[in-house]
Each structure stands twice: as C-alpha cells, then as structure tokens.
C-alpha cells in the first residue's frame, strides 16, 4: 500500500500566496485523480462564521475535496499572540498530527496550509508549523515541505533561511512555488528563476500567475503552472528561456 503523500505549505512572510498556491496544488492533484483533503491548522483574521483559507480553497478547486480547519482567532496575527488576545487556547503540533493522521488514512494527498512563514509561534512554548511537520513524521507519516516564495528582490535572502531552518530540523523540502509571477517581470525575477532553486536546494516546482484567484479556469490554470511532481504540466526550463534575462 502506497503512503499518502503530505506536504505542509509554508511561505517567505504573509499574502506571498499560499493559499492559492494550496488550492492550485489541490485542483490539480483532485484532476489527476487522487483523493485530496486540505487542513488549515490555524486561521486568524477571520471572524467566527466568516469564510477562511479552506473556503477560498474550496471555491478555487471547485470540485469535490476534504476540508478541515482545526482552530480559528479573530484577529489577523501569529496564532500565538491572537490565542491570547481571545482567551482561545492555542494550537499544539499533537493536535495538528492527529488530524493529518486521520485524513491520511482516507486520501492520497493531504495538504497543511501554516499561517504566515515557517517559524511563525503557535503557543506559548513558541512551536511553529516545523514542530507540526516533525510530530507528523513522529507519527510515521513521511511529510515534506513545500515553500511559497515571491519572484523579486529579496527572496533568495528568505528562501535561503527557510531552507537553512528546515534542514536544521531534518525536515526535507519537496520544492518551491512562486506564489504570484509578474505580468511585468524585472530583471530581478527573471534571474531568480534561476537563483531560487539554489538558494532552496530544492527545485523550482511553479510559477502562478499574478491574480490567478481570478482565473476563468482555475484548473487548466494550475496544470499550467505547476511542474509534474505537483500535478501539472509546467516546464521549469521552458519557462527560464522565455523569461531569460537580457
């Protein structure tokens, strides 16, 4: 029996894309045929009834998937701070291996989207989304990283510490995406398309486009952007040479 694939989905900062990079991923992993469940393991900024990251998610995909949302903060802050502000406990890394555990035993791919970048504090103890990744291979569970960076200035930086912190923790990075490629690309994004998978030592895996949230077809959309080993058909490559740097 083949082991259901998880991968958590972390990002250089906040609004770099990860929500619609998770549902890219997701609609071309339902499209491919596999069964696909999404968990978002804390929410902030949203209010009690109000539609968060696994709703967006739901509505991108447009087809059927697993959604889960394990604790939810009103205000838009690490999970940690706006635990304390609300009197709402926090969220340890037990609980979050405990439901991918449970939705990998009926999918073939699980998807955790964190909140903001990898070392981002959950509690009090100052756990983050690595200290949920590493209680979920605890548990058996082989889960990786997939890291959501932006094209220009400043991203090799970021990326380069993301990567340094996961290794750090024995946690493998399965790639990058580039959660909002330009219309316009400068020089500096040009180059990084290049620069970024050494900065990751992992491969660059897509790059979607700006506003594809908006997308008419959100589905042919993400085949289009995002390489093989995510579902799609996104040639890295192809993609440098005509984005190559004069």
Same mark, same amino acid.
């Given at each position: 029996?083949?082991?259901?694939?998880? +991968?958590?989905?972390?990002?250089?900062?906040?609004?770099?894309?990860?929500? *619609?990079?998770?549902?890219?991923?997701? $609609?071309?992993? #339902?499209?491919?045929?596999?069964? #696909?469940?999404?968990?978002?393991?804390?929410?902030?900024?949203?209010?009690?009834?109000?539609?968060?990251?696994?709703?967006?998610?739901? &509505?991108? #995909?447009?087809?059927?998937?697993?959604?889960?949302? +394990?604790?939810?903060?009103?205000?838009?802050?690490?999970?940690?701070?706006?635990?304390?502000?609300?009197?709402?406990?926090? %969220?340890?890394?037990? !609980?979050?291996?405990?439901? #991918?555990?449970?939705?990998?035993?009926? =999918?073939?791919?699980?998807?955790?989207?964190?909140?903001?970048?990898? %070392? *981002? !504090?959950?509690?009090?103890?100052?756990?983050? %989304?690595?200290?949920?990744?590493?209680?979920?291979?605890?548990?058996?569970?082989?889960?990786?990283?997939? %890291? *959501?960076?932006?094209?220009?200035?400043?991203?090799?930086?970021?990326?380069?510490?993301?990567?340094?912190? @996961?290794?750090? &923790?024995?946690?493998?990075?399965?790639?990058? *995406?580039?959660?909002?490629?330009?219309?316009?690309?400068?020089?500096?994004?040009?180059?990084?398309?290049?620069?970024?998978?050494?900065?990751?030592?992992?491969? @660059? @895996?897509?790059?979607?486009?700006? !506003?594809?949230?908006?997308?008419?077809?959100?589905?042919?959309?993400?085949?289009?952007?995002?390489?093989?080993?995510? =579902?799609?058909?996104?040639?890295?490559?192809?993609?440098?040479?005509?984005? $190559?740097?004069?």
């Amino acid at each position: 029996m083949i082991a259901p694939q998880v +991968l958590f989905v972390t990002g250089t900062g906040t609004e770099v894309g990860k929500t *619609v990079t998770t549902a890219a991923v997701a $609609s071309a992993a #339902v499209r491919a045929g596999l069964r #696909v469940a999404v968990l978002k393991p804390g929410q902030t900024g949203v209010a009690p009834g109000e539609p968060g990251d696994a709703e967006e998610v739901a &509505r991108l #995909v447009g087809a059927p998937l697993t959604l889960r949302e +394990l604790a939810r903060y009103p205000e838009p802050l690490a999970p940690d701070t706006a635990a304390r502000r609300s009197g709402l406990p926090c %969220l340890t890394p037990a !609980r979050t291996a405990e439901a #991918v555990a449970e939705l990998a035993g009926g =999918h073939d791919l699980v998807l955790v989207e964190g909140a903001g970048g990898l %070392l *981002v !504090r959950y509690d009090e103890d100052g756990r983050t %989304l690595a200290d949920q990744a590493l209680a979920v291979r605890e548990l058996g569970l082989p889960a990786q990283l997939l %890291l *959501v960076a932006t094209a220009g200035l400043g991203t090799l930086n970021i990326t380069a510490l993301t990567a340094e912190a @996961l290794a750090a &923790r024995g946690l493998p990075l399965f790639g990058v *995406v580039i959660g909002a490629w330009p219309d316009s690309p400068g020089l500096a994004d040009r180059c990084n398309l290049a620069d970024l998978p050494r900065a990751a030592g992992a491969p @660059l @895996l897509g790059a979607l486009p700006e !506003r594809a949230a908006g997308a008419g077809d959100f589905a042919a959309l993400a085949r289009a952007a995002l390489a093989p080993p995510l =579902h799609g058909q996104w040639d890295a490559e192809r993609f440098a040479a005509g984005n $190559s740097p004069a």
